[in-house]
């Protein structure tokens, strides 16, 4: 009987992995300084996604690469969050930090693409975000971009949620560039 309830969970589990997007962003080499020398390491950062609105970011460190990877995809499916996507875009502008990097994203009409680099762009990308702008300030390093990403993406909020909030009706809320087109 119990057998029978553990074979979907694994199918399951493998449609899980079929569907979602994972990107690798960064590979970094390591070195622990022990007693006889150094050992070096792998650390991996990675982006896992739907492509319909939620995402998630994991790191992993392990001996090899392939070890390294596999923990970081699966730290990023555990920690995945839903980022509130309205239409193509993001529903606001936001600014996410994290240590010296800061990230700056904006929505953009629809074609616009996302205008992005590097790991912004996995992010956005995984996230299912089809039309943003970027734009990314202070420290490069990968892991920092990365997270002050993931920092903006968790500050977004919906256009109805911000009216629940003030009290005050949807239309009075929306940004003037949705209320051209409604």
Same mark, same amino acid.
């Given at each position: 009987?119990?057998?029978?309830?553990? !074979?979907? !969970?694994?199918?399951?589990?493998?449609?899980e992995?079929?569907?979602?997007d994972?990107?690798?962003?960064?590979?970094? %080499?390591?070195?622990?300084?022990?007693?006889?020398? %150094?050992?070096?390491g792998f !650390?991996?950062?990675?982006?896992?996604? =739907?492509?319909?609105?939620?995402?998630? *970011?994991?790191?992993?460190?392990?001996?090899?690469?392939? =070890?390294? #990877?596999?923990?970081?995809? &699966?730290? +990023?499916?555990?920690? *995945?969050?839903?980022?509130?996507?309205?239409?193509?875009?993001?529903?606001?502008?936001?600014?996410?930090?994290?240590?010296?990097?800061?990230? /700056?994203?904006?929505?953009?009409?629809?074609?616009?693409?996302? #205008?992005?680099?590097?790991?912004? !762009?996995?992010?956005?990308?995984?996230?299912?975000?089809? =039309?943003?702008?970027?734009?990314? *300030?202070?420290?490069?390093?990968?892991?920092?971009?990365? &997270? +002050?990403? /993931?920092?903006?993406?968790?500050?977004? %909020?919906?256009?109805? &949620?911000?009216?629940?909030?003030?009290?005050?009706?949807? +239309?009075?809320? *929306?940004?003037?560039?949705?209320?051209?087109?409604?």
């Amino acid at each position: 009987m119990e057998d029978r309830r553990e !074979r979907p !969970r694994t199918r399951r589990v493998e449609e899980e992995k079929e569907e979602l997007d994972e990107r690798v962003i960064d590979i970094t %080499r390591v070195a622990k300084v022990v007693k006889g020398g %150094r050992t070096f390491g792998f !650390r991996v950062t990675a982006v896992v996604g =739907d492509n319909t609105g939620q995402v998630g *970011m994991g790191i992993g460190k392990a001996r090899t690469v392939p =070890d390294a #990877i596999a923990k970081a995809t &699966q730290r +990023a499916r555990k920690d *995945m969050h839903p980022v509130p996507i309205e239409g193509t875009t993001i529903p606001h502008e936001v600014v996410g930090v994290c240590g010296g990097a800061r990230v /700056m994203l904006r929505p953009a009409t629809p074609g616009t693409g996302v #205008i992005a680099g590097g790991g912004v !762009r996995a992010v956005l990308g995984a996230a299912g975000v089809r =039309d943003v702008l970027t734009k990314s *300030m202070g420290s490069t390093k990968a892991i920092n971009v990365v &997270q +002050a990403t /993931m920092d903006a993406l968790s500050q977004l %909020r919906r256009v109805e &949620q911000v009216a629940e909030e003030r009290g005050k009706p949807v +239309a009075e809320v *929306m940004p003037f560039w949705r209320r051209r087109k409604a």
